[in-house]
């Protein structure tokens, strides 16, 4: 199906080019980006940059964030349904997302991602490439969950959290807000609010 209506992309960093990228297999026709190195740069691979920031957004705009800092992520999600701009969901067709699954706004959900039944995500939440997120998982808004992580039945994840490359987590773990889960860890034990985790047994840091 194609769009007609086109879509704005904040970030034009390699992130954004991903979401641009799904934005066009799910029948995106006009994608441009809005980039703060605007007019030094005037493109991100074949879409244009045609702006800095919000400012040149036109009313009543379809905008994707594609920022990968979680806080910002949310800051600026949430200062686009403010100023009375659409923030679509976006999802590759070669993900696979259950129709008993709840997905807010601003969610980018990756190629050969899953998302089984029960589960609820947040907004602005990323997916990314070959992460699954199995049932009844909680995952609260700007949560990154990245490439090959695989979260078990009945996980919760607290808002701006960060799950790191391949980590896995235990089904039933509860996962605080705004935590760093490094990359490979195993999460087999609950963990607090603003901790960082490595290591298997994923243990924290300071």
Do not use: Y
């Not at 006009?30 to 703060?36: E, M, Q, S, T």
């Not at 493109?43 to 040149?56: D, I």
């Not at 029960?118 to 602005?124: E, I, K, M, P, S």
């Amino acid at each position: 199906m194609t769009r007609s209506q086109t879509l704005f992309i904040l970030g034009a960093g390699g992130h954004g080019r991903v979401v641009a990228d799904i934005a066009e297999a799910i029948g995106w026709s006009d994608v441009r980006f809005l980039d703060n190195r605007w007019p030094g740069m005037d493109a991100n691979l074949h879409w244009p940059v045609v702006g800095r920031g919000v400012e040149a957004l036109p009313e009543g705009a379809q905008v994707f964030v594609a920022i990968g800092h979680c806080g910002k992520r949310l800051e600026l999600l949430q200062q686009m349904s403010a100023q009375g701009h659409t923030v679509p969901l976006l999802i590759h067709p070669t993900a696979f997302v259950s129709r008993h699954a709840t997905l807010e706004a601003g969610t980018v959900v990756m190629p050969q991602a899953a998302i089984n039944a029960g589960a609820v995500l947040g907004r602005g939440v990323i997916v990314n490439t070959g992460a699954t997120v199995d049932h009844d998982c909680r995952i609260g808004d700007g949560v990154h969950i990245s490439p090959g992580a695989h979260l078990a039945g009945g996980v919760s994840v607290g808002e701006g959290t960060w799950i790191g490359i391949g980590a896995v987590v235990r089904e039933g773990i509860q996962i605080g807000a705004n935590v760093m889960v490094g990359a490979g860890a195993a999460v087999v034990s609950h963990v607090r609010d603003g901790a960082r985790v490595v290591g298997v047994p994923a243990r924290e840091v300071r």
